[in-house]
């Protein structure tokens, strides 16, 4: 099930195009909706993606996480079971599920969009844990 928001709020907009872009594979699509100082933090805290926990910076090291993680799966659906709207920003509750290697994975989690005054996306930041969503893990 999806929530259907009504608002126009351009973090929401911001997010649905994230996650369009993400669930099609369009890089150059995805990476243009960052501001140029814009960063991703997904997950939150340091993990195997980002050892040091600190996020992934400007365009090309945002292009690094791409290549990391979206590029190297077999499909990506968002599943948002509800949107709060606040200031610049946009939180989204539900849950990521990724297919890769014969395998789909269930991350839940909250999913925080921050855009500019210019609508761009300022930030990215996913709070998920690793070992709840590997518990979900099936084989197809």
Excluded at 2 to 24: K, N
Aim: with cysteine; aromatic share 8%; charged share 25%.
């Amino acid at each position: 099930m999806t929530a259907e928001t009504t608002t126009d709020h351009p973090a929401l907009i911001a997010s649905r195009a994230s996650q369009a872009a993400a669930s099609g594979k369009r890089k150059e699509e995805w990476l243009n909706l960052f501001a140029e100082d814009g960063w991703v933090e997904d997950p939150v805290g340091p993990s195997g993606f980002d050892p040091e926990g600190k996020g992934h910076h400007g365009r090309e090291a945002i292009s690094k996480f791409y290549d990391m993680t979206i590029a190297n799966t077999d499909s990506i659906e968002f599943i948002i079971d509800d949107q709060l709207v606040c200031g610049s920003e946009v939180v989204n509750i539900g849950r990521i599920r990724t297919v890769l290697a014969g395998a789909q994975v269930d991350a839940e989690g909250v999913f925080i969009y921050r855009v500019t005054d210019e609508g761009k996306l300022q930030s990215l930041r996913a709070f998920w844990e690793v070992d709840r969503a590997m518990k979900t893990m099936t084989k197809l």
